[in-house]
């Protein structure tokens, strides 16, 4: 399908060439000591903040890598990818701004804020299938019948060298590594990484990071089956197949790779957020849910994460944000049996005041209910300051005799 594409295997020097050719070009990302989480963890966290990056994303440095390589003729026919949402909008960015036309297939589940990004880069945008792979199937379609040139986001030597040069700022800019933490999706940026630190500093541990949902990559080095597929938070590394490049890369340079569940993606993403001030998308929380998933294998030791992108759609957020003050006893809702009488919302009400808690919504009631027909029931939502606070207003509620139950979160 990618017509341009020498499937020759990328090198140290390939990386270091790419960094030359895209020097200027793409913003060179912080990287900055985590004090907080590293104060939380016992770990000594280093994060690289490529959700900077103009599109919010590492996926920039390959696409420009790629598009600077094409020759002429390549460039006067336009170019075509299928992308979850980063890649996307890095080909698009700099296709514009070096006059290539581009045609960006995505899954119909993208979420809207890089679907609408993309486009305002100047690039057609056509929705098809609900995954990469569905999507990829399209734009392989259309490729032919435009003939177009593919721009791969994973499996190709100058994709995969262009995000390579993450690395090489990163051993420039930070200590002496331990282990870095990078997301696997079809394996390109773990496969650049790979390849620069064992070139740079052997001794460095690269440990890719798969949702336990899509663990293509490891299924392929390991040849297991597990399953594939679901609705995961870090729709960006959501990729049922591994590229056949990067596999080869990554089992004979990554030294391991771990899986996350969905639950501890979504509280490190929320750490990230209120914690250290840092948005990302699921994908970008992935390293730190491999530190938290298991904290005594990295106590002590200093490794970066790869923060590798910050397109989240806000109204995900919003409820991750929700469900982590719920998960915390900062947010609860409460089910309260009470005497169908004038005065028990007062009552209630009062009880959670006196105690400082804040009522943020009331719900009564009457009907819709199994309790005898003297009975009713309130749902009250409460602000707290926490666990202990929500436990001291629920006792002092049974101690007045009412009946109470936490909802389920």
């Known amino acids: ?40 963890t016992g770990v000594d966290i280093w994060i690289k903040l490529e959700n900077l990056q103009y599109t919010g994303a590492f996926k920039e440095r390959g696409a420009l890598n790629k598009l600077l390589q094409l020759t ?28 290539i036309s581009a045609v ?85 940026l773990i496969a650049g990484i790979a390849l620069a630190v064992k070139n740079g500093s052997p001794e460095t541990q690269i440990i890719g990071v798969q949702t336990e949902l899509f663990p293509s990559m490891a299924n392929a080095i390991d ?22 490049l990067t596999r080869q890369i990554v089992r004979e340079y990554v030294d391991d790779i771990v899986l996350v569940n969905e639950r501890i993606l979504e509280r490190s993403l929320s750490i990230l957020m209120n914690d250290q001030k840092i948005l990302v998308e699921g994908a970008g929380a992935a390293g730190l849910a491999a530190i938290l998933s298991a904290p005594g294998r990295f106590k002590g030791k200093s490794v970066g994460l790869v923060l590798c992108g910050g397109n989240i759609d806000a109204r995900l957020l919003s409820m991750i944000l929700m469900r982590d003050l719920a998960r915390a006893g900062r947010l609860a809702r409460l089910r309260v049996q009470l005497l169908d009488m004038p005065g028990q919302l007062v009552r209630v009400a009062s009880i959670i005041a006196e105690l400082e808690g804040n009522v943020i919504d009331v719900g009564h009631h009457r009907t819709y209910s199994d309790l005898p027909a003297k009975m009713t029931c309130m749902d009250v939502t409460i602000d707290t300051q926490g666990q202990d606070h929500l436990n001291r207003i629920i006792a002092s509620l049974k101690s007045a005799g009412y009946e109470v139950e936490i909802a389920a979160y």
């Open 1 to 40: 399908m990618n017509d341009t594409t020498d499937l020759s295997l990328p090198n140290a020097n390939d990386i270091a060439a790419a960094a030359q050719r895209i020097e200027g070009r793409v913003v060179r990302t912080p990287l900055l000591r985590a004090e907080k989480l590293s104060a939380m």
């Open 72 to 99: 002429d003729a390549e460039r006067k026919r336009g170019v075509i990818a299928a992308s979850a949402g980063n890649h996307a909008q890095g080909v698009a960015l700099h296709a514009s701004k070096l006059g």
């Open 223 to 244: 040849g297991k089956e597990r399953a594939l597929g679901g609705d995961t938070l870090a729709e960006g590394i959501a990729v049922k197949e591994a590229g056949e």
């Open 104 to 188: 960006i297939v995505m899954p119909v589940t993208t979420p809207d804020v890089k679907i609408r990004q993309t486009r305002e880069l100047g690039a057609e945008v056509i929705r098809a299938g609900h995954t990469f792979d569905e999507a990829r199937a399209h734009a392989a379609k259309i490729q032919q019948e435009r003939n177009l040139v593919f721009v791969h986001p994973f499996d190709d030597p100058n994709i995969i060298a262009g995000q390579g040069t993450i690395a090489l700022e990163m051993l420039e800019d930070g200590p002496r590594f331990d282990a870095l933490l990078v997301p696997i999706g079809g394996g390109g």
